[in-house]
């Protein structure tokens, strides 16, 4: 996978513009300037678990005894799971805050931002050429950085898609996301294969 298709995917799955209404409410009842300060805090706190997460995920898998083909399998699955959510989205979404409570790590950085899809992208990148580490860090700054300017900048995006634009980007990512997780779960099925043979 070449380092654009890797941050296309893991901006897809981290869905900013999905998140960004409930980003809001969960931030309604705090000050502007505050709520500026937190997404802030909650983006970077994210970034560190994906760090985290890319860089340690190969020695979690030898841990485990789990195999590529496996995460690749298994990501597939998930991710087509995440876009069939986006595609139909359920009503609501409990976040379990106080009105004026500030968010803290969860639910804003988890699972979010650093949702288990992504989490397992990454593992499946990290896992599939290592050699690579370091586009897929590229790969990742990018997404991250594509999410950042979205949530920063939420008054530009909200005032120019409206609700019911927001929504309908956040189908037309999951449909994109439906042709990536099947692709990743043909590939797993592909290599798994060729070894059984």
Known sequence: M?????????FLIMDPLGN???MLSILRHIEPKRRRIIMVRELCFAL?????????????????HVSTETVSISGGIILFLIAIKMIFPQPGGVTGLAAGEEPFLVPMAIPMIAGPSVLAS?????????????????????????SFVILMFHEVFNRLLGEK?????????????????????????????????
């Open 48 to 64: 560190i678990i994906l760090l985290l997460f890319l860089f340690g995920g190969k020695q979690m898998l030898a841990f485990l």
């Open 122 to 146: 990454l593992l499946l990148l990290s896992n599939q050429d290592p050699s690579r580490i370091w586009d897929w860090v590229l790969a990742l700054l990018l997404a991250w950085g594509a």
């Open 2 to 10: 070449e380092i654009m298709s890797a941050a296309v995917m893991l």
């Open 165 to 197: 634009g927001l929504k309908a980007v956040e189908r037309l990512m999951g449909l994109l996301l439906v042709m990536i997780s099947v692709q990743m779960f043909l590939d797993g099925i592909r290599a798994y294969l060729s070894i059984g043979l």
């Open 20 to 22: 960004l209404p409930v």
